[in-house]
T-cell receptor, first 110, second 117 residues
Framework: GDSVTQMEGPVTLSEEAFLTINCTYTATGYPSLFWYVQYPGEGLQLLLK?????DKGSNKGFEATYRKETTSFHLEKGSVQVSDSAVYFC?????????FGAGTTVTVRA | EAGVVQSPRYKIIEKKQPVAFWCNPISGHNTLYWYLQNLGQGPELLIR????????DSQLPKDRFSAERLKGVDSTLKIQPAELGDSAVYLC???????????????FGPGTRLTVL
């Protein structure tokens, strides 16, 4: 079945550091890929998405590129802020069903 | 535009008691989902509604869990009786549609955090 594997956390960074969270997937067909973010005390919010190979999703300085050859969708941000502290979930959508990774907790220190 | 609304936000109950969660999806969204999120894990789908019809309830533990969406808008998820292992966050999400091949984004509510003592 479909599955998502993402980098284990927690990840602790200093402000303005570079962030990468690795995500790989297993799926039949051609899924859409997503990154969701969950800020403390809040629900899941869509951060970015890509619907086909080589698409790049971007939002709030975050980027991820759909790499079919490596079945990956790694999340990157060049300069993190304290406000980026959250749990990040990689997910794939095949037909209607979303399959999530376990989440990566990111803490950014001032 | 208002997002997905859920209530209550937190619920603490004794084991063997019943509990219900309510969800109001984004206006105009035909598809509604209930997810279970255990601590340290990603959400897992429990049930999906297309309007008032439950089109996928294969992951819903039907011995104790039930759900309804009577008028195709609001939905209620119930557990009776609750067990210790039901402690988790219950998330509701909605999307405009979910037809095969659709890339409609799912929008999540803040969740209900259930603690069973």
């Amino acid at each position: 079945g479909d599955s998502v594997t993402q980098m284990e956390g927690p990840v602790t960074l200093s402000e303005e550091a570079f962030l990468t969270i690795n995500c790989t997937y297993t799926a039949t067909g051609y899924p859409s890929l997503f990154w969701y973010v969950q800020y403390p005390g809040e629900g899941l919010q869509l951060l970015l998405k890509a619907t086909k190979a080589d698409d790049k999703g971007s939002n709030k300085g975050f980027e991820a590129t759909y790499r079919k050859e490596t079945t990956s969708f790694h999340l990157e941000k060049g300069s993190v802020q304290v406000s980026d502290s959250a749990v990040y979930f990689c997910a794939l959508r095949s037909d209607y069903k979303l399959s999530f990774g376990a989440g990566t907790t990111v803490t950014v220190r001032a | 535009e208002a997002g997905v609304v859920q209530s209550p936000r937190y619920k603490i109950i004794e084991k063997k008691q019943p509990v219900a969660f309510w969800c109001n999806p984004i206006s105009g969204h035909n598809t509604l989902y209930w997810y279970l999120q255990n601590l340290g894990q990603g959400p897992e789908l429990l049930i999906r509604y297309e309007n008032e019809e439950a089109v996928d309830d294969s992951q819903l533990p039907k011995d104790r869990f039930s759900a309804e969406r009577l008028k195709g808008v609001d939905s209620t998820l119930k557990i009776q009786p609750a067990e210790l292992g039901d402690s988790a966050v219950y998330l509701c999400a909605s999307s405009p549609s979910s037809g095969s091949g659709s890339t409609d984004t799912q929008y999540f509510g803040p969740g209900t955090r259930l603690t069973v003592l």
